[in-house]
């Protein structure tokens, strides 16, 4: 999770996000890395509502499609830097599931304002 953050932090599309949301980074990467040793290891970790927990951040840092397309897209570079096989594909193909989860929540967010 530290290799995916020291890319997205300086993007220019990601960042900029991170700085207007206020990341408290010393709580968020624990937190992203308890979901991912849950999602991909089997071990106990984060159990909440991963998509819920961003609905606050669509009023402060308000994100769409192309953010979150730009999410996955160094999510997979990170992961293909240092992993292969199966457990790197899964955790590719949740990051798509979770980013897609998140449009739909922006999406329903942005029409009710």
Do not use: C
Request: proline residues 4%; without cysteine.
């Amino acid at each position: 999770m530290r290799r995916f953050y020291q890319a997205a932090i300086p993007d220019p599309l990601l960042g900029p996000l991170f700085e207007t949301a206020e990341i408290d980074w010393s709580v968020h990467v624990p937190v992203v890395s308890a979901f991912w040793e849950r999602e991909l290891l089997g071990l106990p970790g984060y159990a909440g509502n991963v998509v819920g927990a961003h609905r606050s951040l669509l009023d402060v840092a308000g994100f769409g499609v192309a953010n979150l397309a730009r999410w996955v897209e160094l999510f997979d570079e990170t992961v293909d830097e240092r992993f292969a096989g199966q457990t790197a594909e899964h955790a590719k193909r949740r990051a798509r599931q979770v980013a897609g989860a998140i449009a739909t929540l922006a999406a329903r967010h942005g029409a009710a304002r």
